[in-house]
């Protein structure tokens, strides 16, 4: 009796796991999905079956990839799509240098990873295939596929692990598709050994370098080690002398800068000024009279065997001629020293053309000097009391000095000098008054109108200390200086000059000068042998007696005998006069014309 012949079992679709995909998860994640895999295969009961299929299906052929397997095995030419599995994670094994021989048997497996459910060891010469799915009865829910790595939702419950269904047969390994990879850890059947194909090389256990290597990992290069670096002694003491000097020059710079803010407040004080202002000045400004008459003035410096002086003098000619006074040139005698220090600060050397006492007037030349600056002469009689001037010269010696003011009286009747017992030396001017600021020094100097041509010379003060006049004290200024009228410097200085001598106009008599009443009392005794009235002279000519008091000189009053001195020189020799005499109570005019008497 023929037994029953067992059904064939029919060919199953196994379903199969779903392999993540490259870039998911990093390598670590993806051993640990791998380990609970393991685990849940070793645990979960087979995968369910499809249905049985009636009648023998035929195989269908593999379908054909789209593109060429690619020999390297890179998605996504080398499997047939995007839902190739993911190649395993490959762990480099270190290879032994070249040259070392290694034992047979020295290969063995990489160590387990702790926390990896380990597989069973396959049999020998076969492949660990996957985990199979029981078949289920109609009708019965299927379980979802487990994916490696996935947790079932809470509550579910688990098919009890199950064996093989009996009666049938365990399903045959899928063969490998071309081109794909298979699953880590799954060991693949030994065939026949490929000719072409050399013989694997036993290979070392993996260390612990290639054990965590993730290929999406950039690995940096490892650190060179770090070599202490030493600083000798010099060095250091270098350093430190440097961070020592840096230190104390912003120290320093910092004290500086702070007590410049503490002295001004710690604000930068700026002050608004006005720019440079480059134009010129009027011509009747004092600024503008001074800038036309400073080049004209001098500076002399006077040295005798006796005593020494300062003036101040002003040029009258191309040819070097300059004016002074009489006193300023007096301490040098007949063998003195006398240098001229021009406003351009040129000195230069001169000499005494000629010099005359009664009018306080003196010329000296210098010679070989070119650029030389002569002030224009004024007129002083065109001098009104209140016009303005300006007084240049050298007070105490300081040059160049300039002082303004105005013309504050007319026709002054002052004496200077009488030092002398003979009374040779004094000086008897006509006088033109002025506040503008003169002091010791400033004799000589000219006084300037507006137009800066000059009006008088610079000869006396009302010293403040012994009320002296010319030469006498060396008090300041207290606003009362007196000039000689630039018309009688003139006609001086034009006589010293071309003789070397000035002449006096005279009247031919002598008078009484200790006469204390009001006018000038002609005196009742000769000077020596002569008598008080000169004979033939213009006095004698115009019938003046010897007691005869003159109170007027052209109708200008007459108080003392120096003002009728004064009065007289104030003209040149040959002027006609008109003179107020008094005699016995009566009064009479007598005109008379001057004459003339050399200075000696």
């Not at 009796?1 to 679709?13: I, Q, R, S, T």
């Not at 497996?109 to 010469?125: D, T």
């Not at 049938?168 to 880590?184: D, K, L, R, V, W």
Request: charged residues 15%; glycine residues 14%.
């Amino acid at each position: 009796m023929d037994e029953p012949k067992a059904p064939k079992p029919k060919p199953k679709w196994w379903s199969r796991p779903v392999a993540a995909r490259p870039g998911d998860q990093s390598s670590d994640a993806a051993e640990g999905a791998e380990e609970r895999t393991e685990a849940a295969a070793a645990q979960a009961p087979p995968e369910p079956v499809d249905a049985p299929m009636e009648g023998r299906a035929p195989e269908e052929p593999a379908p054909r990839p789209l593109h060429e397997p690619d020999p390297y095995s890179t998605p996504p030419y080398g499997g047939p799509g995007p839902w190739a599995p993911a190649p395993p994670v490959q762990h480099p094994v270190a290879t032994p240098a070249q040259g070392t021989h290694v034992p047979p048997g020295m290969a063995q497996a990489p160590p387990p990873v702790p926390g990896m459910a380990q597989a069973s060891p396959p049999a020998p010469g076969m492949g660990q295939a996957p985990p199979q799915t029981p078949p289920q009865a109609p009708g019965t829910p299927q379980a979802p596929p487990q994916v490696p790595g996935m947790t079932p939702p809470h509550g579910t419950t688990l098919p009890p692990a199950a064996g093989p269904v009996p009666g049938q047969s365990a399903p045959a390994p899928m063969p490998p598709h071309p081109g794909m990879t298979p699953p880590h850890g799954t060991q693949l059947p030994v065939g026949p050994a490929d000719p072409h194909r050399p013989a694997p090389m036993a290979q070392p256990a993996p260390t612990a370098q290639w054990r965590g290597y993730d290929p999406w990992t950039v690995v940096p290069p490892p650190a060179a080690p770090k070599t202490p670096k030493t600083v000798s002694r010099r060095g250091a003491w270098i350093a430190v002398l440097l961070i020592a000097l840096v230190a104390g020059c912003v120290g320093g710079g910092i004290g500086a800068y702070a007590e410049r803010d503490n002295a001004s407040g710690g604000v930068d004080v700026k002050l608004p000024q006005a720019p440079v202002e480059k134009e010129a000045r009027a011509p009747g400004s004092v600024a503008g009279i001074a800038a036309s008459s400073l080049p004209g003035v001098v500076t002399i410096h006077v040295r005798g065997s006796s005593e020494e002086g300062t003036g101040t003098g002003f040029v009258l000619d191309k040819q070097g001629h300059i004016l002074t006074n009489n006193h300023v040139v007096q301490p040098a005698g007949a063998d003195g020293d006398i240098s001229v220090t021009f406003n351009s600060g040129q000195d230069a050397k001169a000499e005494i053309i000629g010099r005359d006492a009664g009018y306080d007037l003196a010329v000296v030349k210098v010679d070989r000097v070119s650029g030389l600056t002569p002030l224009p002469l004024g007129n002083s009689d065109s001098v009104r009391v209140g016009d303005p001037v300006v007084a240049i010269g050298a007070p105490f010696d300081l040059a160049g000095t300039v002082t303004s003011g105005i013309i504050s009286a007319k026709e002054r009747p002052i004496t200077a000098g009488g030092e002398k017992e003979d009374g040779s030396d004094v000086s008897y001017v006509d006088a033109l008054q002025t506040d503008a600021p003169i002091n010791p020094g400033n004799s000589g100097g000219p006084l300037v109108d507006r137009k800066g041509r000059v009006i008088g010379i610079n000869s006396a003060i009302r010293a403040a200390d012994d009320g002296s006049g010319l030469g006498g004290g060396q008090g300041g200024s207290i606003g009362l200086g007196f000039a000689i009228p630039i018309n009688q410097g003139k006609r001086v200085a034009e006589e010293l000059i071309n003789t070397g001598k000035a002449t006096h106009p005279v009247i031919g008599v002598t008078l009484d000068m200790g006469y204390t009443g009001d006018g000038a009392r002609v005196n009742t005794k000769g000077a020596g042998s002569g008598p008080p009235v000169t004979s033939g002279g213009p006095g004698d000519k115009a019938g003046i007696k010897a007691g005869d008091v003159i109170t007027e000189v052209d109708g200008v009053p007459v108080h003392s005998g120096q003002e009728l001195i004064v009065k007289i020189r104030s003209h040149r020799p040959g002027d006609r006069l008109a003179l107020t005499v008094k005699r016995g109570g009566k009064k009479r005019t007598a005109g008379l014309t001057l004459g003339s008497a050399s200075s000696g």
